[in-house]
């Protein structure tokens, strides 16, 4: 449990200071230059012409959960200002400020009337959606000879990406302003202030665009570093960009009630590689100042570990990092992608010349598909193909393996599906032969022990005998009683309130819904309940989310010294200044696991400031299709690289001991449209090796305390109402000790629901499945779960008292 203080003044704390430091040094690590003609880095700057929305109004993350209140954040303008460089142009930065402000005027008036004509508050109905691109004429004169246009977009929780112009295509005025600057400038950069990808097709001519991405409170002050030589980029994509119809799930993305996942495993790169696809940029491109030769030395098998020393030579005139990847690419079978990633990493920064040597180790269980008909997970039989490169489409060749039968990995426990999902075969997809000058690898399948993935638990050792009426929360820290005494002591309606969020019983207005459902932490998300406060037993307190704590930046306590939702004249004012971190895709490509580890650890320091146990985050599904609203907490479009740097985050969240990490959203949650009553379709093989992947690997490599389950339902049953998906998967196979939570509100109606295809989840079959925490929490909640005790066959009470168990055992965790 958190012991915190609470700030009285509003003075900048150290924390901030060091904080924004930290940051500023690391996250340049994020951004790429898409195209690069070698006019940057400036040796000196004195002036500069400044255009584009995101000069003023730059955008530092997205919406919902995902939006941090900072205590100031510097926009472009203010960022070079400061470091005395003279912004030429502020004439046509006032005018389009003018045009900006009549614009978000008539967008919010025309939101709040479509709000209303749909029944939901407004506050929800506005999150997320972007402002139609605007129209206007402010003449453009040439002032200096350097001008950077930042392009921006904000998305967020609850709305999709449109494929119109001012989201993912340009604005006709973008375009006629960067054609019309790029041609009058001598050092012209095009700065792209964007969570993830946009259609730049108009804009062949522009030979220098930097993707700066939306790097959180640092977010301007990295752009200034970069442009004058102080910092560089070394980032990659975690993502494929290419044209937006070329994406096989453009085709039913969005749909509002059944979005069938036809493409099946081909998600990305998997697609566009496989199917020899054009592309714009592929995944893991990313240029820096400086270029890089890879030299890979002799390759070594042990067992079933592969050994792969690399020399990465910086060629060029300025300091950088690379990213080493390294894909194994099979000749195909039906259903299967032509390469995947297999492993990565970053050099240190290397000055021009220098040489560092790389050591790679790849586990071949890597290698591992998922079999639908044998339930298992194999390397089967074949050539694979080695190869070592800095993205997906230059990969050096530099070993064959050779697997001469197939090899089980894991044998698991098959899960039900669909009965038919038609997706697109490979049988003519792009293969690769064995290239016969390499050296070949000869795998012994003697090198792996099959793992049993439906091993039993701990579980069936819980005991819950009544011993004593009495027990209390104390006794069991005292160890004078076990947390099975205390679970075994309570009734249905106490072991109810367990597995239900803390909530208001005679209030749920909106600001529970949006995240502000704590007593106790000022714009917290939630708590447990408060009801066992005769059994002593405490609350743990959680806030969001994906980009540093989520919480409000001034607050007031009532006379039960409660957290007040309003400001009352006279009272004492305390204080809540938290740090933005950069958003999950800008984390993901700086393909720095060290980097993330610290923006974890950053985290979990003003967790301790605050008051705060359990962080809502790593955010980690898979970046599906760019029409997603909320993929910019999401790290990629690939399994391993999501995998990896969600463990990396939650290892420095989890850092310090008592807080806990949340890994959501469990499980292939891809769109924002109709969130909490869409079916996503896809068969088991798509849903093991591509939406399931990432959380085995971050589970495996961190431990999460708590998981949350999504809104939407899986081949027709509400993921967190499906026993298969969590008993099954999530803790026999995976080995999830901790907690299970529903993802806010999932379980509650709202107006229209009734008209809606699927309903909303159910109260006691999210216990019934093993999702043991409901959040926030109604009345409606507890009704639920005590209803389905009554009916045994729906609910039965060791059910409820192992759920309950799963809450007390976090809250004794949290509290030693």
Not at 410 to 422: M, N, P, R, W
Not at 569 to 591: C, D, H, K, V
Not at 732 to 745: A, Q, T
């Amino acid at each position: 449990m958190s012991e915190f203080k609470r700030i009285k003044t509003k003075s900048i704390q150290e924390y901030e200071i060091l904080h924004k430091k930290q940051l500023r040094e690391l996250a340049p690590e994020s951004t790429l230059f898409l195209r690069r003609s070698g006019k940057f880095p400036l040796a000196g700057i004195n002036e500069i012409a400044l255009y584009g929305s995101g000069v003023r109004h730059t955008v530092k993350g997205g919406t919902g959960s995902g939006n941090v209140n900072v205590r100031k954040f510097n926009n472009i303008e203010d960022v070079f200002e400061a470091e005395n460089v003279k912004v030429l142009n502020k004439a046509w930065l006032d005018s389009f400020d003018e045009v900006l402000q009549k614009g978000k005027v008539k967008f919010e008036a025309s939101l709040r009337k479509e709000a209303e004509a749909n029944g939901i508050p407004f506050e929800l109905y506005a999150m997320g959606k972007g402002m139609p691109a605007l129209d206007y004429e402010i003449p453009l004169e040439k002032k200096g000879s350097t001008a950077i246009y930042v392009l921006s977009r904000v998305s967020g929780e609850f709305s999709d990406r449109e494929n119109i112009e001012g989201d993912i295509k340009l604005s006709s005025n973008e375009i006629s302003e960067i054609t019309k600057l790029n041609q009058l400038y001598d050092n012209f950069l095009l700065v792209l202030n964007t969570s993830s990808f946009i259609d730049l097709s108009p804009l062949s001519a522009v030979k220098d665009i930097l993707l700066l991405g939306q790097l959180g409170i640092v977010t301007s002050e990295v752009l200034y570093d970069i442009l004058v030589g102080k910092a560089y980029p070394s980032g990659k994509l975690t993502s494929t960009w290419a044209n937006l119809a070329d994406y096989p799930s453009t085709k039913t993305f969005g749909s509002q009630d059944d979005t069938v996942y036809n493409e099946g495993v081909f998600v990305g790169y998997r697609y566009f590689d496989t199917f020899n696809r054009p592309v714009v940029f592929p995944f893991g491109y990313g240029l820096g100042y400086t270029d890089f030769e890879i030299k890979v030395d002799p390759i070594t098998l042990e067992q079933k570990s592969v050994h792969i020393p690399v020399k990465v030579i910086n060629q060029g005139d300025f300091a950088g990092k690379e990213v080493v990847q390294v894909y194994v690419a099979q000749k195909q079978a039906n259903h299967n992608y032509y390469q995947k990633l297999v492993a990565f990493k970053k050099s240190q920064a290397l000055a021009p010349g220098e040489t560092e040597q790389v050591n790679i180790e790849l586990d071949l269980t890597q290698l591992a598909t998922y079999d639908e008909a044998k339930s298992a997970w194999e390397i089967k039989q074949g050539n694979y193909l080695l190869k070592v490169g800095n993205q997906s489409r230059d990969g050096q060749a530099v070993a064959n393996l050779l697997v001469e039968e197939d090899i089980l990995i894991e044998q698991v426990k098959g899960i039900k599906t669909t009965d038919f999902v038609e997706e697109i075969k490979s049988e003519t997809a792009k293969g690769e032969q064995v290239t016969n000058d390499l050296v070949t690898l000869k795998v012994n399948p003697a090198s792996f022990t099959p793992l049993d993935g439906y091993s039993e638990n701990d579980e069936k050792e819980l005991v819950f005998e009544k011993k004593n009426a009495n027990v209390t929360f104390d006794q069991v820290m005292k160890n004078e009683a076990s947390l099975q005494d205390l679970v075994a002591s309570l009734s249905d309606t106490e072991l109810a309130y367990l597995c239900v969020g803390n909530f208001n019983e005679n209030s749920q207005s909106i600001a529970e819904i949006v995240g502000d459902a704590s007593t106790v932490i000022a714009g917290g998300a939630g708590e447990t309940t408060k009801k066992l406060s005769d059994k002593k037993v405490p609350q743990i307190n959680m806030a969001d989310g994906p980009a540093g704590l989520r919480i409000n930046q001034v607050y007031q306590l009532d006379k039960n010294q409660s957290v007040s939702k309003e400001l009352v004249p006279g009272r004492e004012n305390y204080y809540q200044f938290t740090t933005a971190i950069p958003i999950g895709t800008s984390l993901a490509q700086s393909w720095n696991l060290e980097f993330v580890n610290i923006c974890g650890k950053i985290i979990s320091t003003e967790m301790s400031i605050f008051g705060v146990d359990i962080m809502l985050t790593p955010a980690m599904n898979i970046q599906r299709s760019p029409l997603c609203g909320r993929n910019f907490e999401y790290y990629s479009e690939d399994p391993y690289v999501s995998g990896k740097m969600a463990a990396a985050l939650i290892n420095g969240i989890q850092s310090i001991k008592g807080h806990s990490a949340t890994l959501k959203h469990y499980a292939a949650y891809n769109q924002e449209t109709n969130r909490m009553h869409s079916n996503s379709i896809l068969s088991e093989k798509a849903l093991r090796e591509i939406y399931l992947k990432a959380f085995q690997i971050a589970i495996k490599e961190s431990a999460p305390a708590t998981i949350m389950t999504s809104y939407n339902l899986i081949n027709g049953i509400h993921t967190a109402n499906d026993y298969e998906l969590i008993h099954n998967i999530l803790r026999k196979e995976f080995g999830f000790k901790g907690l299970v939570m529903s993802d806010w509100l999932t379980t509650t109606s709202f107006p229209g629901d009734d008209l809606k295809k699927y309903p909303i989840s159910s109260s006691s079959l999210c216990i019934k499945a093993g999702n043991d925490l409901i959040m926030p929490g109604t009345k409606e909640d507890i009704e639920g779960i005590l209803a389905g005790l009554r009916q045994k066959h729906e609910l039965t009470l060791r059910d409820l008292q192992v759920s309950a168990y799963r809450v007390l055992k976090l809250i004794y965790d949290t509290s030693r």
